[in-house]
């Protein structure tokens, strides 16, 4: 089997490059299954339901999202009642939606895991602890995190923590692509940042001269994405229906 993820998808430039390539890139490898990380998809900040419905419409099976997954208030109700639509699973108790979902492909079934990082970010129910919880509730060994987190060792420790117990670790937040793509103990794909979707030529997505400006001068600015040419960052994993082990991972970049 072979689970597509996308990394950040960065406003609607990305939801855009993303809507017009999806289809070529699932045909091409032969994906069974799409996850995609939305959290920025909408223009501002956030996902709102229509950048939402924008990615499931493109073939998006399952969107996760981070730490800008409640910006929107609109999304509220789709968090709710959308059950491939997820938020971070260590928010605390009484938010709206849910942490992960499971997925039912015919010949087998896998679940994704919404994870936040809780270094240099909110300070968030414990992840790791989070995840045990979780795992205890799920009765497929086809298992993938979405660990959306901002410091590298938080990332890596997690991956060696999940290891033999879950398919993949695949890192979100920081919208840089690593090159440290890995199987561990001969069981998880790992990868610390996937990285995004959205304009190259950016700081993270933001115009050059914005983000200079902020951190050149401290001084408060308005972010807005920018609108030069945009690309697609991911990884393409391989994985044993049977056993939940990954078999191979592949980073994807397509300008």
């Not at 999806?22 to 490898?29: A, F, P, S």
């Amino acid at each position: 089997m072979v689970l597509l993820f996308l990394g950040d998808v960065v406003g609607e430039i990305g939801s855009k490059f993303v809507a017009s390539k999806l289809r070529t890139i699932k045909n091409y490898y032969g994906v069974d299954v799409t996850v995609v990380n939305g959290e920025n998809s909408a223009n501002g900040n956030g996902i709102t339901p229509y950048s939402a419905k924008l990615l499931f419409e493109s073939g998006a099976d399952i969107i996760t999202t981070g730490n800008h997954c409640y910006r929107r208030k609109e999304i509220y109700d789709m968090l709710e009642r959308e059950e491939y639509l997820l938020r971070p699973a260590n928010f605390p108790e009484g938010n709206p939606g849910h942490g992960y979902c499971i997925y039912d492909m015919g010949s087998c079934r896998i679940a994704v895991i919404n994870l936040m990082g809780t270094v240099y970010m909110e300070a968030l129910d414990n992840p790791f602890a989070k995840a045990d919880e979780i795992l205890e509730k799920i009765d497929t060994p086809n298992i993938f995190v979405d660990f959306h987190a901002e410091a590298t060792g938080e990332k890596k420790a997690m991956g060696h923590y999940l290891a033999g117990k879950v398919t993949a670790v695949l890192g979100t937040h920081t919208h840089v692509q690593t090159a440290d793509e890995i199987i561990l103990e001969g069981h998880t794909g790992y990868m610390t940042d996937v990285g995004m979707c959205g304009p190259e030529l950016s700081v993270l997505g933001v115009k050059t001269e914005i983000a200079i400006e902020k951190q050149r001068y401290h001084a408060p600015v308005k972010f807005a994405e920018s609108d030069n040419p945009p690309f697609i960052n991911g990884v393409v994993l391989e994985f044993d229906k049977n056993n939940g082990k990954c078999v191979k991972i592949d980073r994807l970049i397509i300008r």
